[in-house]
């Protein structure tokens, strides 16, 4: 991803994704995920744990730039 291309460029250490909610029913659920950078923390939501992800990448690297 860009954030941890980004990082790396910087000699920081890679992301760490952490689920930090699930809700909803199974064919419905919605993914709370923080990302941890640096000292930073973002949080973001999405339908899979994957978009989340990327989600709280994409913040975590609007933050850092």
């Given at each position: 991803?860009?954030?941890?291309?980004?990082?790396?460029?910087?000699?920081?250490?890679?992301?760490?994704?952490?689920?930090?909610?699930?809700?909803?029913?199974?064919?419905?659920?919605?993914?709370?995920?923080?990302?941890?950078?640096q000292?930073?923390?973002?949080?973001?939501?999405?339908?899979?744990?994957?978009?989340?992800?990327q989600?709280?990448?994409?913040?975590?690297?609007?933050?850092l730039?």
């Open positions: 991803s860009r954030l941890q291309e980004y990082l790396q460029a910087n000699n920081q250490s890679i992301p760490e994704y952490e689920i930090v909610a699930i809700q909803g029913q199974d064919h419905a659920q919605v993914f709370r995920v923080a990302c941890h950078a000292s930073f923390q973002t949080i973001a939501e999405g339908t899979s744990k994957k978009r989340a992800e989600n709280a990448a994409q913040l975590m690297l609007e933050k730039l």
